[in-house]
C-alpha cells in the first residue's frame, strides 16, 4: 500500500472525518514559502513510509486551510499534531527527525 502523504482537507466537517478513525492520524500543518516547513516533507514521507497503513500522515497547506488553522491555534510552522479517535493526542512546533516522530506515533498505535 503506498503511503499517504498528500492528502488535504477542503474544511471542517471533512477534517471532523479525517482524525475520526481508530488510527493515529499525524496532521503536518505548512507553508510552501516556509522553509523549515518545506524542509519537512521527505521527513515526512520517510514517517508515511515506515508506519504504512498503521497511521496516516496528512500535510494540510494553511494558505489553503485558513479556518483551520485559525481553529487549531497554529502559530509556528510546521506544526506537527497527532489526532486519535478524534482527540488530539500530540502537538509540537518545529522540525521533527523522522525517527522522533515514528517512535511518537508508535506510542498511539
Known amino acids: 500500500m503506498e503511503a499517504k502523504c498528500t492528502q488535504k482537507t477542503e474544511d471542517m466537517s471533512k477534517f471532523g ?4 478513525v481508530n488510527i493515529p492520524v499525524l496532521l503536518n500543518f505548512f507553508t510552501e514559502w516556509n522553509e523549515q516547513s518545506s524542509a ?5 514521507r520517510d514517517v508515511a513510509a515506515a508506519l504504512g497503513d498503521k497511521a496516516k500522515v496528512i500535510k494540510i497547506d494553511v494558505d489553503k ?3 483551520l488553522a485559525e481553529a487549531l491555534r ?6 506537527l499534531i ?7 493526542k500530540w502537538r509540537q512546533s518545529g522540525e521533527q527527525d523522522a525517527n522522533t516522530l515514528i517512535g511518537i506515533v508508535q506510542k498511539y498505535i
Open 17 to 20: 472525518e479525517l482524525i475520526d
Open 40 to 44: 519537512m516533507h521527505p521527513v515526512l
Open 65 to 67: 486551510n485558513k479556518e
Open 74 to 79: 497554529v502559530k509556528g510552522l510546521p506544526t
Open 82 to 88: 497527532i489526532y486519535k479517535d478524534g482527540e488530539m
